[in-house]
Every structure is written in structure tokens, then in C-alpha cells.
């Protein structure tokens, strides 16, 4: 298996604009997790799927945050319109729900710059 | 809420020095993890510890469950340039299907 992929890499966009990053969880994993990285608040959990399923939102920042995911094998994070304060680095993790010995594994990551 | 903290936030040591990373949390887990993170990368499981009082080795990493089951030691011998980069602990609930991450130590070792 290929891992997490997420993409882009990296964006830059323009305050305003409507950002959207991707991700392929691996595949036969039915949770699927997005987080948000930087150095002053570390990694916040921003959402969570189960088979599909959004569970937990209670981390997305604002309405302008919304995420997706329509089948099994791939989901969305959504910002519109983007604010320089979005400006970090976007993860998606997945795993086995009730998993508690294998972990997440994570993607590489979008690093965000709203200029 | 399920809070994990830890400590030193930041090391910086010589190659060949030992150092220790704390984890700990007022909340019992049903198991603790332990991330490495290098820049530009996701962090990536290092090891699970399941049961209280729990030692895993590593090569030169040493982990350690808490007996209560609420706080986790990563112990180094002799660091290398190779293990710089940022160590997460995460706590899994009972469920299995969350995991609460601590801050992070970010260690820089130098040649």
C-alpha cells in the first residue's frame, strides 16, 4: 500500500479564496481523521469519519470549514473563504476503528500559506 | 477531557548524550503510542504500550508504560543527528477509537 496521500503538497492561495485538500486513506482503514498542525497550538484534531460518517466535528474552526468524504477511498477538507490565520500544515490520518495497538498512520501533509 | 502533557517542550544535547521525554496525564489510556515527526513528513508510530508497568525496546529507545496506566517515559541512549525531530505521545481511549495527542518534544541533537 501506497500510504495516505494527500495533495497538494503545498498552496498558496490568496485570502479569500476557496482551498481544497485531498486525501486517499489506505485502503480497507474505515477511520479516516483530519488534523491541523503549528507550532504555537501543535496538532488539533479537526474532524473524524467512521465508515464514511462524520462523527466529530466539534474541532472545525468556523463555518468556512467543511469536509467531506463520499466513499471509502477518498475524503475532502474544504476552506472557503481562507483567512491568513488557516495558514498551517493540514493532516489526514487513518486506521482500524477500535484499533488501539496499530495507530494512525499519517499522510505527508498540505502546507497551507494564505497570503 | 483526556489531556496528555509533555515535557521538556524542547532538548537540544550533544551527540552521545542520554536524555528522557515525559508523558503524562491525569486520565487513564487504554494504551499509549509514541510518534516520531521529521520536518515536511507526518508523524510515524514508533511503538505501542499496552499493559501497566510495560517496558518495549527499540534499539536505543526505551519506552515505558506508567504502572497506572496514565503517563509514559521515552528514554534515549547515546543520541544520534538521525533522532532529531518531534516525539508525540497519543493516549488511546478505552473505545480504541480515539487517540489524544500530547504537545510534543522537539530534539535536536548535534553532531
Known amino acids: 500500500d501506497a500510504g495516505v496521500i494527500q495533495s497538494p503538497r503545498h498552496e498558496v492561495t490568496e485570502m479569500g479564496q476557496e482551498v481544497t485538500l485531498r486525501c486517499k486513506p489506505i485502503?480497507?482503514?474505515?477511520?479516516l481523521f483530519w488534523y491541523r498542525q503549528t507550532m504555537m497550538r501543535g496538532l488539533e484534531l479537526l474532524i473524524y469519519f467512521n465508515n464514511n460518517v462524520p462523527i466529530d466535528d466539534s474541532g472545525m474552526p468556523e463555518d468556512r470549514f467543511s469536509a467531506k468524504m463520499p466513499n471509502a477511498s477518498f475524503s475532502t477538507l474544504k476552506i472557503q473563504p481562507s483567512e491568513p490565520r488557516d495558514s498551517a500544515v493540514y493532516f489526514c490520518?487513518?486506521?482500524?476503528?477500535?484499533?488501539?495497538?496499530?495507530?494512525?498512520?499519517f499522510g505527508s501533509g498540505t502546507r497551507l500559506t494564505v497570503v | 477531557t483526556q489531556l496528555l502533557e509533555q515535557s521538556p517542550q524542547f532538548l537540544s544535547i550533544q551527540e552521545g548524550e542520554n536524555l528522557t521525554v515525559y508523558c503524562n496525564s491525569s486520565?487513564?489510556?487504554?494504551?499509549l503510542q509514541w510518534y516520531r515527526q521529521e520536518p515536511g513528513e507526518g508523524p510515524v508510530l514508533l511503538v505501542t504500550v499496552v499493559t501497566g508497568g510495560e517496558v518495549k525496546k527499540l534499539k536505543r529507545l526505551t519506552f515505558q508504560f506508567g504502572d497506572a496506566r496514565k503517563d509514559s517515559s521515552l528514554h534515549i541512549t547515546a543520541a544520534q543527528p538521525g533522532d532529531t525531530g518531534l516525539y508525540l505521545c497519543?493516549?488511546?481511549?478505552?473505545?480504541?477509537?480515539?487517540?489524544?495527542f500530547g504537545g510534543g518534544t522537539r530534539l535536536m541533537v548535534k553532531p
Open positions: 486520565s487513564v489510556f487504554s494504551s
Open positions: 490520518a487513518s486506521s482500524f476503528w477500535g484499533d488501539r495497538i496499530n495507530g494512525y498512520t
Open positions: 497519543a493516549g488511546a481511549n478505552w473505545a480504541g477509537n480515539m487517540l489524544t
Open positions: 485502503s480497507g482503514h474505515n477511520s
